[in-house]
């Protein structure tokens, strides 16, 4: 869905969006997991974001790169813990 309204372009394809929004996930996961000991920094963050999504590298600067990884780590993101498939109220 985002790859089809995002007038910027951001990624060269739809499958690199796919792969980034992967590794936003893993990133939270490594981030907030009490399981994993050690953290990614931003350096490891954007040396697998550039193997993840070569192609869109050059349209992906530093500061969008900073902007996710300082939003990911600073504020964790939750499911809810239980809902209601039919009617979408979250307890």
């Known amino acids: 869905m ?3 309204n995002d007038k910027k372009q951001t990624f060269f394809n739809k499958g690199e ?9 893993v990133l ?3 981030q907030h997991n009490p399981s994993v000991k050690q953290k990614t920094d931003i350096k490891a963050f954007i040396e697998s974001a550039n193997l993840a999504c ?3 590298k050059d349209r992906l600067d530093q500061t969008f ?3 996710i990884y300082n939003s990911v780590t ?4 939750y499911t809810p813990s239980s809902r209601s498939l039919i009617d979408e109220n979250f307890n």
């Open 2 to 4: 985002f790859y089809e």
């Open 17 to 25: 969006a796919y792969e980034f929004a992967y590794l936003i996930i």
């Open 28 to 30: 939270q996961t490594c």
């Open 54 to 56: 070569p192609k869109s």
């Open 65 to 67: 790169y900073e902007h």
């Open 74 to 77: 600073n504020n964790p993101f």
